[in-house]
């Protein structure tokens, strides 16, 4: 059983910068794919970022430019730089990982950025 651990979160001032990160045990195979969603209050998970096993990552719109998304693929680790915050940013975010057609998800880490 993959088990997804992450580290990171807190409060940062609107413009500022956080870096999370994540760890997953349990899993003698590289995992095919590794990234963050979040949740805000009242909405929907949403994704974040993802990097496939081969590097090839997706964004979110409301993130290119801002956060960079980045894996050890060998260590199964994946952290997220989140530069130049804005308020809209703050939510729970969540470790994510896919191992074949199984889906594993950390138990979040808030971050909160103030205005």
């Known amino acids: 059983q993959v088990q997804l651990v992450e580290s990171g979160g807190g409060l940062v001032q609107h413009g500022g910068s956080l870096t999370l990160s994540c760890a997953a045990s349990?899993?003698?195979?590289?995992?095919?794919?590794m990234g963050w969603y979040r949740q805000s209050p009242g909405k929907q998970r949403e994704l974040v970022a993802t990097?496939?096993?081969?590097?090839?990552?997706n964004y979110a719109d409301s993130v290119k430019g801002r956060f960079t998304i980045s894996r050890v693929t060998a260590k199964n680790t994946v952290t997220l730089q989140m530069n130049s915050l804005k308020p809209e940013d703050t939510a729970v975010y969540y470790c994510?990982?896919?191992?074949?057609?199984?889906?594993?998800w950390g138990k979040g880490t808030l971050v909160t950025v103030s205005s």
């Open positions: 994510y990982a896919k191992y074949i057609d199984i889906d594993y």
């Open positions: 990097m496939t096993r081969d590097s090839s990552t």
């Open positions: 349990g899993s003698r195979f590289i995992l095919y794919a």
